[in-house]
């Protein structure tokens, strides 16, 4: 038995749940019940987390039963503080005492200027020599869309290259770089059809069928070939947008070798490189940005979620050479969020003060140790993966027909039942992935070590519980 399960089955939680704990029963309240009837069929997360929340603070959630729970999807990483932080709060509630205008569209403020050289403080410094910074509508999918116009514009070229598994958005450009097809079978076709899909370094399960630093190398073989074969049928792309670590995806971090070669590939081809750092950025990884990994520069880096500080916000950051396009070339109403902008600014400076690059790459390690002494125990653990702070499980049936590699198919039947045992004991995870079979961790940075430890007894439990129920 390894410590992880000797814990688990020993010793009370120290936050949330007990070792003899009494499991929540999720019956409807009459807010679901109105949000049921009311909300469109397109709802999502409350089919899976069905709360109705009051109150938050921290790491922590309260729904209208009193009921308390661990929150681990922090608004999709977008609460890198975690709820109602201080000093989020606290720029917030400054913004209203001066008066300051809310609402600006995208003329300038001591805010908002403030926040841009706080922003342009924490890029490396290669690419803060040359940035220039549009801001968007205030979601991720329209700081990809803009992305997308920009590239178009300066390289004159119209299509562009995505990576199965990637998630960029919802709107209909973002969307056509979707790996996933469910969400676009229903549309038949998207708006823009100018999308090549190439093969993503998934090690766990290669492409290739062989993982490894040989599949890194027959993968970026096969993107060189791509972009350099005369008679490859593919034309030379605007550009190339890629995740640093795939969230939706299933937590997939790229291979940095693979990284740095995809840069010296698109460079040498005259390729503008996407990074979709939504998800990723703002010390998620245990670096301020997912690509300072590899060491790499792209030319364009999209941001949104953790840079409103909880608030709406989306921008595009890029070398000045693409700085092609003319006025009104993407524009929105609400591109001059004056609180998120302060907020951002709050918690820009606030993860460089506490070093929380440092500390998400810390808890981020001692909850993989905790999941891979786990693993000796629970075969259904099949790949533990991520970086920093943005951690998932992919969850295997250890009796299925292995793959070429030799794993175990996905168990996409357990991971919906770990999700519910978990949120029975007071834990929000959410699930991702291939058939939704990846278990996904991503906390506010600001989770405490205790608070790891108890993370992990809870979804040891859950996990014990949910296979019992299969």
């Not at 109105?34 to 069905?50: G, K, V």
């Not at 690419?127 to 514009?153: H, M, N, S, W, Y």
Request: with cysteine.
């Amino acid at each position: 038995m390894s410590v992880a399960t000797s814990l688990i089955q020993e010793q009370p939680a120290r936050s949330v749940a007990t070792a003899a704990e009494t499991l929540y029963q999720f019956n409807e309240s009459p807010l679901l019940a109105r949000q049921n009837r009311q909300e469109s069929n397109a709802r999502s997360y409350p089919r899976r987390i069905p709360l109705a929340l009051k109150r938050a603070k921290g790491l922590y959630v309260e729904d209208v039963e009193g009921r308390r729970f661990i929150d681990c999807l922090a608004g999709a990483g977008t609460l890198a503080l975690g709820h109602n932080h201080a000093v989020v709060i606290e720029a917030i509630q400054q913004v209203l005492a001066d008066e300051l205008p809310l609402h600006t569209l995208d003329l300038t403020t001591p805010v908002k200027d403030q926040f841009v050289q706080d922003l342009f403080a924490l890029l490396p410094a290669d690419l803060a020599r040359e940035a220039k910074i549009q801001f968007c509508g205030p979601t991720g999918t329209d700081a990809v869309e803009a992305a997308l116009k920009l590239v178009r514009t300066a390289t004159g070229r119209s299509t562009v290259l995505s990576f199965q598994g990637g998630y960029h958005g919802m709107s209909q450009g973002a969307l056509s770089l979707m790996g996933s097809l469910g969400p676009k079978e229903p549309l038949g076709a998207l708006l823009s059809n100018g999308v090549q899909f190439m093969p993503y370094p998934y090690d766990y399960r290669c492409p290739f069928g062989v993982g490894g630093e040989l599949g890194v190398q027959i993968n970026l073989n096969y993107l060189d070939n791509l972009l350099n074969d005369p008679e490859g049928g593919v034309q030379l792309p605007a550009a190339v947008i890629v995740e640093v670590v795939q969230g939706e995806g299933g937590v997939i971090p790229a291979d940095l070798d693979w990284l740095r070669g995809l840069r010296r590939i698109t460079e040498k081809a005259g390729v503008a490189l996407i990074v979709d750092e939504i998800q990723s950025g703002f010390a998620r990884t245990g670096k301020m940005f997912a690509f300072e990994h590899a060491g790499i520069i792209p030319d364009v880096v999209v941001m949104s979620k953790a840079i409103g500080g909880s608030l709406p916000l989306a921008v595009v950051v890029y070398r000045d050479w693409l700085d092609t396009w003319l006025p009104g070339a993407h524009a929105g109403t609400f591109r001059g969020n004056q609180m998120a902008m302060a907020a951002g600014s709050a918690v820009m400076r606030y993860l460089v003060e506490h070093n929380m690059c440092e500390h998400a790459a810390a808890m981020g390690e001692r909850l993989s140790e905790h999941l891979r002494l786990l693993q000796r125990d629970f075969p259904q653990l099949g790949d533990i993966r991520g970086r920093g702070l943005m951690l998932g499980v992919e969850l295997v049936d250890p009796d299925g027909l292995p793959d070429r590699q030799g794993h175990p198919p996905a168990f996409a039947r357990l991971a919906p039942l770990v999700q519910r045992e978990c949120l029975k004991r007071g834990l929000i995870l959410e699930l991702g992935g291939r058939n939704g079979a990846v278990v996904r961790f991503l906390p506010p940075l600001v989770i405490t070590a205790a608070e790891i430890d108890t993370v992990a007894e809870i979804f040891g439990r859950a996990l014990s519980a949910a296979l019992k129920a299969l």
